[in-house]
């Protein structure tokens, strides 16, 4: 079936660092491929997505590349904000149309 | 609503009684999911529905789960007979369509605690 294992957190930077949470997948066919994330107090929201391979999502200043080759869809930024802590979740929805989501990782911006 | 709305957004309950949660979907969205997040742990998927049809019911856990939609709108999921392991938050999301390529719109999920 399919799943999704990303890095475990919690993960906690000071502003201005590189972030890297590392994604990989296990499907059949050809899945599409999501980041979301969940704020303190909010709902989950869809933060980027790619559909097919080598496709690069991007959102706020995130990216992802969909790595058919590494099974990979590793979520990237430049330099964090304080504003970034939240929890984030690697999710593939398959043929099944369902989504299926990693553990999630936790993390925190320091000022 | 603008968004999807779930209720009750926390839940205390004793062992062995049922609840119902709600959700209420954007309007318009046709499909409808619910996942479970125990804490710490990531999401499991328990169901969707396609318009008032439920195509996979595979994720729910036992047979004390449940769950209908009517008139493509609003859904509930039912757990009878409580257990503490039942304890986590319910999340419903919804989209436009079924596919694989689309977006889920999440509410902000009912708490449920099993003492």
């Known amino acids: 079936g399919n799943s999704v294992t990303q890095m475990e957190g919690p993960v906690t930077l000071s502003e201005e660092a590189f972030l890297t949470i590392n994604c990989t997948y296990t499907?059949?066919?050809?899945?599409?491929l999501f980041w979301y994330v969940q704020y303190p107090g909010e709902g989950l929201q869809l933060l980027l997505k790619?559909?097919?391979?080598?496709d690069k999502g991007s959102n706020k200043g995130f990216e992802a590349t969909y790595r058919k080759e590494t099974t990979s869809f590793h979520l990237e930024k430049g330099s964090v904000q304080v504003s970034d802590s939240a929890v984030y979740f690697c999710?593939?929805?398959?043929?099944?149309?369902?989504?299926?989501f990693g553990a999630g990782t936790t993390v925190t911006v320091r000022a | 609503g603008a968004g999807v709305s779930q209720s009750p957004s926390n839940k205390v309950t004793e062992k062995g009684k049922d609840v119902e949660l709600r959700c209420d979907p954007i309007?318009?969205?046709?499909?409808l999911y619910w996942y479970r997040q125990r804490l710490g742990q990531g999401l499991e998927f328990l169901i969707y529905?396609?318009?008032?049809?439920?195509?996979?019911k595979s994720g729910l856990p036992s047979d004390r789960f449940s769950a209908e939609r009517t008139g493509e709108s609003v859904s509930t999921l039912t757990i009878q007979r409580t257990q503490q392991e039942d304890s986590a938050v319910y999340l419903c999301?919804?989209?436009?369509?079924?596919?694989?390529?689309?977006?889920?719109?999440f509410g902000e999920g009912s708490r449920l605690t099993v003492l």
């Open positions: 529905f396609q318009g008032n049809s439920a195509p996979d």
């Open positions: 499907a059949t066919g050809y899945p599409s």
């Open positions: 999710a593939l929805s398959g043929s099944d149309y369902k989504l299926s």
């Open positions: 790619a559909t097919k391979a080598d």
């Open positions: 309007s318009g969205h046709t499909a």
């Open positions: 999301a919804s989209s436009p369509t079924t596919t694989n390529t689309g977006e889920l719109f």
